[in-house]
């Protein structure tokens, strides 16, 4: 609302008040309308989709294995998930790409695009995982889970087994149920 002292003048009554949509002046209207405009526009977007050729940044989440700590990107929508660590160079010794699925199915893995080798280990629900595989750069070979599954954990080639995990091991972490 407006609020707004007029002219004493027998012609306004000399009268203080609320002014109305109608009777706001017409530049004062848009020079609103222009900063809510702004506004919107400086407001960062809801969901940021992945932008064609250039690596995606997503929140992470920490996870362990044992004693190995990883913080992981969340990818949990179709268009994060199918963008994925597409177009990156270089990742941390300990970062990698948590793929979130809303139900447990057969999970099956490309490197169309993606830069640097990997390896996925596919998760239960728990965080146990089911089976490791190394991928590829650039690459169209499928690599699926032996199992149905919710999670796939992306992170450096030979990760897993530098750090001796394997089918069976359990990571833990806030999206595993029952995880320790």
């Known amino acids: ?9 027998p012609a306004t009554g000399g009268v203080t008040g609320r002014l109305g949509a109608g009777t706001v002046p017409r530049r004062l209207r848009l020079v609103g309308w222009l900063a809510a405009g702004l506004w919107c526009l400086s407001a960062p977007p809801a969901q940021a989709q992945p932008v064609e ?8 989440v920490a996870l362990t294995a044992g004693f190995h700590r990883i913080v992981a990107m969340v990818a949990d929508d179709p268009p994060e998930r199918s963008h994925g660590l597409m177009w990156r160079r270089e990742m941390g010794a300990n970062e990698g790409m948590l793929f979130v699925f809303e139900q447990a199915s057969q999970q099956c893995f490309w490197m169309r695009n993606t830069l ?3 390896s996925i280990a596919f998760l239960r629900d728990d965080g146990t995982i089911v089976n490791v595989a190394e991928m590829k750069p650039q690459t169209t070979d499928s690599h699926c889970s032996a199992a149905p599954v919710r999670y796939a954990l992306e992170m450096n080639a030979g990760w897993f087994s530098r750090k001796g995990l394997r089918a069976g091991d359990r990571l833990a972490g806030p999206p595993f149920t029952g995880g320790r």
């Open 1 to 9: 609302m407006i609020y707004v002292k007029t002219d004493p003048s």
């Open 116 to 118: 640097i080798p990997l």
């Open 53 to 60: 050729g250039q690596p995606q940044q997503l929140p992470t």
